[in-house]
């Protein structure tokens, strides 16, 4: 089992900059494939981001593209997102998602472990 923990969230002003981590637990993640997903009130979870196991291929929603990025730190068993000029539409719970399939998936039930998310809120 992998226990993931997310930390970073909070309120920011339109424009700045959050750093959100996910922290995991029970196995090494180095072999697992990382997302980050999102889900504002009333609205479905949305993938953000999504990391192989070496880093060398990631995928963006179209939403965060050049605004938003992602890294791992398999030595520290951790994944990143750093969000920088937020917009008050990416205020939402942001989720941490593994899964030991080498593959990027895009849709919320391929991920096999999750974590209980941390809430980014943007004020505009």
């Known amino acids: 089992q992998v226990q993931l923990v997310e930390s970073g969230g909070g309120l920011v002003q339109a424009g700045g900059s959050l750093r959100l981590s996910c922290a995991a637990s029970?196995?090494?993640?180095?072999?697992?494939?990382m997302g980050w997903f999102r889900q504002a009130p009333g609205k479905e979870r949305d993938i953000v981001a999504a990391?192989?196991?070496?880093?060398?291929?990631?995928y963006y929603a179209d939403s965060v593209k050049g605004r938003f990025t992602m890294s791992r730190d398999n030595a520290k068993n951790t994944v990143y997102l750093q969000l920088n000029s937020l917009k008050p539409e990416d205020t939402a719970v942001y989720y941490c998602?593994?899964?030991?399939?080498?593959?990027?998936?895009?849709?919320?039930?391929?991920?096999?472990?999750w974590g209980q998310g941390t809430q980014v809120t943007v004020s505009s």
């Open positions: 998602a593994a899964d030991p399939s080498p593959n990027l998936k895009l849709l919320e039930s391929m991920w096999g472990y």
């Open positions: 029970g196995r090494t993640i180095s072999t697992y494939t």
């Open positions: 990391i192989r196991w070496s880093g060398g291929s990631t």
